[in-house]
């Protein structure tokens, strides 16, 4: 019923520049807290960037300066712009949404990833 699908991921040399799309549906997409995570081979997922409530980014330390996450709240989509690409950004990056109705309740919804593979 709730969906987050994520596209824009591909090939790209070292250096090189992505904007990935997560398109939001069955969500109220514009009053969740929104993130976009990553998991490369043989490795945890990681937190990436996020946006809080009170429009406020966070970036892992990774990526600061390189990475901007951005939300078009009519279009319900989150992006990612990530410039000055590195091999060890490859990985799958997932979008995730978080919907908090309540004190009590929380809903957590993630998109099914896509592949970003950096050439040295």
């Not at 591909?10 to 992505?18: A, H, K, T």
């Not at 990526?63 to 279009?75: L, M």
């Not at 979008?95 to 908090?100: D, E, N, R």
Request: aromatic share 12%; glycine share 10%.
């Amino acid at each position: 019923q709730f969906q987050l699908v994520e596209s824009g991921g591909g090939l790209v040399q070292s250096g090189g520049s992505l904007r990935l799309s997560c398109a939001a549906s069955g969500i109220i997409f514009s009053r969740s807290d929104v993130a976009w995570y990553r998991q490369a081979p043989g490795k945890e997922r990681e937190f990436v960037a996020g946006i809080t409530g009170r429009s406020s980014a966070n970036y892992a330390d990774s990526v600061k300066g390189r990475f901007t996450i951005s939300r078009d709240n009519a279009e319900n989509t989150l992006y990612l712009q990530m410039n000055s690409l590195k091999p060890e950004d490859t990985a799958v990056y997932y979008c995730k949404a978080q919907f908090t109705p309540t004190v009590e309740a929380t809903y957590v919804y993630w998109g099914q990833g896509t592949q970003v593979t950096v050439s040295s």
